[in-house]
Antibody, heavy 122, light 107 residues
Framework: EVLLVESGGGLVKPGGSLRLSCAASGFTFSRWSMIWVRQAPGKGLEWVSSISSTGSDIYYGDSVQGRFTISRDNAKNSLYLQMISLRAEDTAVYYC???????????????WGQGTMVTVSS | DIQMTQSPSTLSASVGDRVTITCRASQSISNWLAWYQQKPGKAPKFLIYKASSLESGVPSRFSGSGSGTEFTLTISSLQPDDFATYYCQQYSSYSSMFGQGTKVEVK
């Protein structure tokens, strides 16, 4: 079974840091570009960051550029999101997903994890 | 930056109804468009890619059409399991990938 499982969410104070993880199984992780998408409570979906299969190409959304770092460890079948200088507006469910049916880093997202909640509050 | 606008924001319908959701891009995205279904507390579910290609396992009552700047998602006969929020997503560029969502609710 193809599966993505996020972890690492929690409550953090403004200005704090958090590292999210996404464990992949059931497919050859190293062949696929991956992304992080977030969803604030009661709001829509927002693309956060994308990383190519080798990690050589990376893109970030404007709202997280300079504060978030995406990375991956293909030997561990894992995707990461390091978040620093967190703000209240970063409060959201964070999903990892696999990129499919596109070109390079751009594509549709065919497999999603269940999400992990990040709450930034004092 | 490309902006994606869905309409309507909310749609009230009954089981058996034909439902159409529109997604407009602020500039041409060719057919680089996907559709997702999301239920409360759950991750989005992938439905359609390349504007009109149905993902494996998705019921045939779902269909997509369009190219350039205007796209539609149609549910031919709404089923109880289809009440949810639907999002379009462009993958022509990294800007503002998702539409704001359309909630399909019980009439």
């Amino acid at each position: 079974e193809v599966l993505l499982v996020e972890s690492g969410g929690g409550l953090v104070k403004p200005g704090g840091s958090l590292r999210l993880s996404c464990a992949a199984s059931g497919f050859t992780f190293s062949r696929w570009s991956m992304i992080w998408v977030r969803q604030a409570p009661g709001k829509g979906l927002e693309w956060v960051s994308s990383i190519s299969s080798t990690g050589s190409d990376i893109y970030y959304g404007d709202s997280v550029q300079g504060r978030f770092t995406i990375s991956r460890d293909n030997a561990k079948n894992s995707l990461y999101l390091q978040m620093i200088s967190l703000r209240a507006e970063d409060t959201a469910v964070y999903y990892c997903a696999r990129v499919q049916y596109g070109s390079g880093l751009l594509g549709a997202f065919d497999i999603w994890g269940q999400g992990t909640m990040v709450t930034v509050s004092s | 930056d490309i902006q994606m606008t869905q309409s309507p924001s909310t749609l009230s319908a009954s089981v058996g109804d034909r439902v159409t959701i529109t997604c407009r891009a602020s500039q041409s995205i060719s057919n680089w468009l996907a559709w997702y279904q999301q239920k409360p507390g759950k991750a989005p579910k992938f439905l359609i890619y390349k504007a009109s290609s149905l993902e494996s396992g998705v019921p045939s009552r779902f269909s997509g059409s369009g190219s350039g700047t205007e796209f539609t998602l149609t549910i031919s006969s709404l089923q109880p399991d289809d009440f949810a929020t639907y999002y379009c997503q462009q993958y022509s560029s990294y800007s503002s990938m998702f539409g704001q969502g359309t909630k399909v609710e019980v009439k």
